[in-house]
């Protein structure tokens, strides 16, 4: 069983970063694919960025390509997603999710995922 706990959420101004951080308990979580959810108010949740579980292959969609960085340690049990010149579009609750196969090695994976976290919120203001 894996369980895990976003960080690092809050409100930040147009144009600024925050890092996420994922926190995963059980032994096996080096062994899936991490991926990073979003949901707006009022809208689906998007899939937004995938890892393989070395860390060695990603994926962004569009609405995130060049100004998020999503990485892995697998040795503190841990997926970061980095987010830089954030928008007000990119407001929403942000979840990390892990799963999938064992050892997984394409960078795109949508899911099915097993393990879920809680959400963290963050809002950008313009």
């Known amino acids: 069983q894996v369980q895990l706990v976003e960080s690092g959420g809050g409100l930040v101004q147009a144009g600024g970063s925050l890092r996420l951080s994922c926190a995963a308990s059980g032994r096996t979580f080096s062994r899936y694919a991490m991926g990073w959810f979003r949901q707006a108010p009022g809208k689906e949740r998007e899939f937004i960025t995938s890892?393989?579980?070395?860390?060695?292959?990603?994926y962004y969609a569009d609405s995130v390509k060049g100004r998020f960085t999503i990485s892995r340690d697998n040795a503190k049990n841990t997926v970061y997603l980095l987010m830089n010149s954030l928008k007000p579009e990119d407001t929403a609750v942000y979840y990390c999710a892990g799963g999938g196969p064992e050892f997984y090695s394409a960078g795109y994976y949508i899911g099915p995922y097993d393990y879920w976290g809680q959400g963290t919120q963050v809002t950008v203001s313009s």
């Open positions: 890892i393989n579980w070395s860390g060695g292959s990603v």
